[in-house]
């Protein structure tokens, strides 16, 4: 007599881990465009097309997720953006 059994059982796999942060930035009143698309390009290292985008977010939503990863990448990310009176924070 056999006592096998043959299941399927599904698995739901999040991308994000317990690690993984993400970098915010938030709208303001100061910072122009062009110097939020920029500073994309330089610190995160976006294409001009997806840091444009980000930041048509950034304005109509107040705030845009523009990178994720874990605290060691994004912490300087964040200082660098700070430097340049960009509001972000790491949630």
């Known amino acids: 007599m056999s006592t096998e059994v043959e299941f399927d059982e599904k698995v739901s796999v999040n991308s994000k881990t317990d690690l993984s942060k993400n970098l915010v930035i938030y709208n303001d009143d100061f910072n122009t465009f062009e110097h939020v698309i920029d500073s994309l390009i330089k610190v995160c290292k976006h294409e001009h ?23 060691d990448d994004l912490l300087p990310m964040r200082r660098a953006l700070s430097e340049r009176g960009i509001d972000a924070k790491i949630h």
């Open 49 to 71: 097309i997806q840091a444009e985008q980000c930041t048509w977010i950034i304005h109509y939503n107040g705030k845009c997720a523009v990178k994720e990863g874990d605290m």
